[in-house]
């Protein structure tokens, strides 16, 4: 089955500790996204990959960070620096299709709350 | 002021109803529009995507498009309990970069 699989489902934060965020993907697609969504505010952007190696700093970047040596996985790590993590994590991946098409499709979420 | 507003409900209705779910924006670079279905604790899934003005059809949901007015809705026909979840709307330029709704909740009551 082609997806997106983002692990753990839920995950614990103690105070002053950096916690990373898995999400592996084998949709052969070239771009990576992780987005945070908080209760009534849709989703905002943390940092998006286009491309294996590279990566770029979303709306949000402030107090995490990622990797991408790997076309298939983009892990995120939350920061001791990021004060206020508590929130749905959400990770998607695109491909470009025919007609400017660009599809983003998203794993099942990590939720994070603080200890 | 966001740049895409999404009443954020609950908008509660009677199974069988007809659901309009709205979205406006001051972007007038948007070109691509969609709609996502997300169901409580889980990642979103895509209901309908639609490039520029026009409407689009597809079971029970049409999705329509009036870029004039920069505004963007989903119909849902013959509402189902199964139906009840958040829908968000998310729309992008040119680019790879999509903005969100901050969602409306569903509850379709059997």
């Known amino acids: 089955d082609g997806g997106i699989t983002q692990s753990p489902k839920y995950l614990f934060r103690k105070e002053g500790q950096n916690v990373t965020l898995s999400c592996e993907q084998n949709l052969n697609h070239d771009a990576m996204y992780w987005y945070r969504q908080d209760p009534g505010q849709g989703l905002r952007l943390i940092y998006y990959?286009?491309?294996?190696?590279?990566?770029q700093k979303g709306d949000i970047a402030e107090g995490y960070s990622v990797s991408r040596e790997k076309k298939e996985s983009f892990p995120l790590t939350v920061t001791s620096a990021q004060k206020n993590p508590t929130a749905f994590y959400l990770c998607a991946s695109s491909s470009p299709g025919g007609l400017g098409k660009n599809i983003q499709y998203f794993g099942a979420g990590t939720r994070l709350s603080v200890l | 002021q966001k740049e895409v507003e999404q009443d954020p409900g609950p908008l509660s209705v009677p199974e069988g109803a007809i659901v309009s779910l709205n979205c406006t924006y001051s972007n007038s670079a948007f070109q691509y529009f969609m709609w996502y279905r997300q169901y409580s604790r889980k990642g979103p899934e895509l209901l309908m995507y639609?490039?520029?003005?026009g409407n689009k059809e597809d079971g029970r949901f049409t999705a329509q498009v009036d870029k004039s007015s920069k505004y963007i809705s989903l119909f849902i026909r013959d509402s189902q309990p199964s139906d009840s979840a958040t829908y968000l709307c998310?729309?992008?330029?040119?680019?790879?970069?999509?903005?969100f709704g901050g969602g409306t909740r569903l509850m379709v009551k059997p």
């Open positions: 639609t490039y520029s003005s």
């Open positions: 998310a729309m992008r330029n040119a680019g790879n970069m999509l903005t």
């Open positions: 990959s286009q491309i294996v190696n590279d990566f």
